[in-house]
């Protein structure tokens, strides 16, 4: 059996203002996201992951790179785990993209294209490409994912089996860690958006 550790990155400034990153920016976790991550760690100690990946945003790769420190297995950086690329929409608030999305069906936003931007469907295709690429890497072993918010919540339909619509239930939180048992093709949750290991970071 393989077992799959989803992490969000560490908070960044954009987080803090609730803001849509732009698909390879530069931004740096804050001095609070860096303990996250370091919390995140401390975490992961009793689950023993052997290898961590990580999107090639700054932010993830940032957030990856401290734990790997901490835990001294390696890191794999590799393309395909980024957040959905917003286009046009990035850097602006989630209330101005929503405004523009409420009303359409569930199937108009999963096929919906924002300008110079990336559907909902082309996102999930390109993450469940990368993540069963990298368990067929790995099997047997238990995998770090350093992903993003609205990539982890895209993929929570197809790692449960649920219909696409399920993604609107889960908004998984800064450095939370998410955590599914993989074996012949199924996934099997164990847990969910845990942030107990955040309690003591203000």
């Given amino acids: 059996m393989t077992k799959l550790i989803l992490i969000r990155h560490g908070e960044t400034i954009i987080n803090t203002v609730g803001k849509l990153h732009f698909t390879n920016d530069k931004e740096n976790l804050t001095k609070k996201g860096v303990a996250q991550m370091e919390a995140v760690a401390f975490a992961l100690k009793e689950l023993n992951p052997q ?8 932010r993830a790769e940032e957030s990856a790179k401290i734990l790997t420190d901490k835990l001294g297995i390696q890191l794999k950086s590799v393309m395909g785990l ?5 286009g046009d929409f990035s850097g602006e608030s989630w209330s101005e993209v929503e405004a523009v999305l409420k009303n359409m069906s569930s199937e108009e ?20 490409g990368a993540v069963l690429k990298i368990l067929q890497s ?17 993929l929570m339909p ?16 800064i450095a939370s860690i998410t955590i599914f048992d ?12 845990d942030t107990s290991h955040l309690k003591n970071i203000k």
């Fill in 138 to 154: 790995n099997e047997d072993k238990t995998v770090a994912i350093v992903s993003h918010g609205g990539a982890i919540r895209i």
């Fill in 182 to 193: 993989y074996k012949k093709g199924k996934f099997t949750k164990q847990l969910v958006n």
């Fill in 109 to 128: 936003r999963y096929l919906y294209v924002p300008p110079r931007g990336e559907s909902w469907k082309d996102t999930e295709s390109r993450l469940v």
């Fill in 158 to 173: 197809y790692l449960l089996n649920l219909p696409k619509e399920e993604t609107f239930k889960y908004n998984p939180d």
């Fill in 51 to 58: 290898v961590l990946y990580c999107s090639k945003s700054l």
């Fill in 82 to 86: 980024e957040e959905r690329d917003w």
